[in-house]
């Protein structure tokens, strides 16, 4: 009579603890929601802008990511694109901030922050060169690939024209000016290659090109005393003439008048890891 008691009671206990067992597999493997996926369009897009505040960047990428995917359409989602390309420019991501911005200017070409993004975009290719070479080794950058800066002065051009009331048009100003100084003084850094290397052709060519195109810029009086070398050098004095007439009538100081110009730095340097290896001569004091 117990055994019979018994048995029928073990399945009762077998129901309980497997009750017990199933609320246990929920209690403890129950996931956490995922605010990305559950916030609202308007709470999404505050969370991305705090981050941006913070300079959390990664944590903003990700959300405006998400917000644009899901709610790809209104007025969060459009200024979504261009707090996503502003953090992917303060992460040093230049490639990805500027195909952001790049479809956001085409998406939305009448919307009422497009000036921004036309300087978002400048702005990204404006630093785009600098690194830890730059910043720490000295290195100049006018000795390298000058394609990042014109395509920054283009953009910050297209800014001024579009725009020029825009409260950035004044700092793109600005900006392109350091920039048609810096393309100006790439060009130099060419011809005074040529220059040592008796190059005088090339050397004058390139002389030439700063004067009618970066007229106005520092380098021009370096580039009047290159042609004033080249010519000189190449038999044609009524031209070499000419050009040192205009370089003492504009820029009397300048050291070429006095001789021994460009000093040229001797060779040792090379042998110094992280140093600037340029052409530009050093300055006779």
Same mark, same amino acid.
């Given at each position: 009579m117990r055994v019979s008691r018994l048995f029928r009671a073990v399945p009762r206990v077998l129901f309980v603890v497997l009750v017990v067992a199933l609320a246990g597999c929920s209690l403890f493997g129950k996931k956490k929601a995922d605010p990305l996926e559950t916030l609202g369009v308007e709470q999404l897009y505050e969370r991305g802008k705090e981050a941006n505040a913070r300079g959390n960047y990664d944590v903003a990428v990700k959300t405006f990511t998400r917000l644009v995917?899901?709610?790809?359409?209104?007025?969060?989602?459009?200024?979504?694109?261009?707090?996503?390309?502003?953090?992917?420019?303060?992460?040093?991501?230049?490639?990805?901030?500027?195909?952001?911005?790049?479809?956001?200017?085409?998406?939305? =070409? !009448?919307?009422?922050?497009?000036?921004?993004?036309?300087?978002?975009?400048?702005?990204?290719? #404006?630093?785009?060169?600098?690194?830890?070479?730059?910043?720490?080794?000295?290195?100049?950058?006018?000795?390298?690939?000058?394609? #990042?800066?014109?395509?920054?002065?283009?953009?910050f051009s297209e800014l001024v024209k579009r725009y020029p009331g825009s409260r950035y048009a004044d700092d793109s100003i600005q900006r392109m000016v350091f920039l048609r100084n810096g393309m100006a003084q790439a060009e130099l850094n060419v011809s005074l290659y040529y220059l040592r290397r008796g190059a005088h052709v090339a050397a004058a060519n390139r002389a030439k090109t700063?004067?009618?195109?970066?007229?106005?810029? =520092?380098?021009? !009086?370096? !580039?009047?005393?290159?042609?004033?070398?080249?010519?000189?050098?190449?038999?044609?004095?009524?031209?070499?003439?000419?050009?040192?007439?205009?370089?003492?009538?504009?820029?009397?100081?300048? =050291?070429?008048?006095?001789?021994g110009w460009p000093s040229w730095r001797s060779n040792w340097w090379k042998l110094i890891p992280l140093t600037n290896r340029g052409t530009q001569p050093v300055a006779k004091k």
């Open positions: 995917a899901r709610f790809p359409f209104g007025p969060y989602t459009e200024q979504a694109q261009i707090e996503q390309a502003y953090a992917q420019y303060k992460m040093n991501k230049p490639d990805d901030a500027y195909s952001t911005v790049n479809r956001f200017i085409k998406t939305y =070409p !009448a919307h009422k922050h497009i000036d921004y993004a036309y300087y978002l975009r400048g702005l990204i290719n #404006f630093d785009r060169e600098e690194g830890l070479l730059e910043r720490y080794a000295g290195l100049d950058m006018t000795q390298r690939d000058q394609a #990042f800066i014109r395509q920054s002065f283009d953009d700063i004067i009618e195109t970066y007229d106005r810029s =520092p380098q021009v !009086a370096d !580039a009047l005393a290159i042609l004033v070398q080249s010519y000189h050098a190449l038999g044609q004095d009524a031209l070499s003439d000419d050009a040192g007439r205009v370089l003492q009538l504009n820029y009397p100081e300048h =050291p070429s008048l006095s001789g």
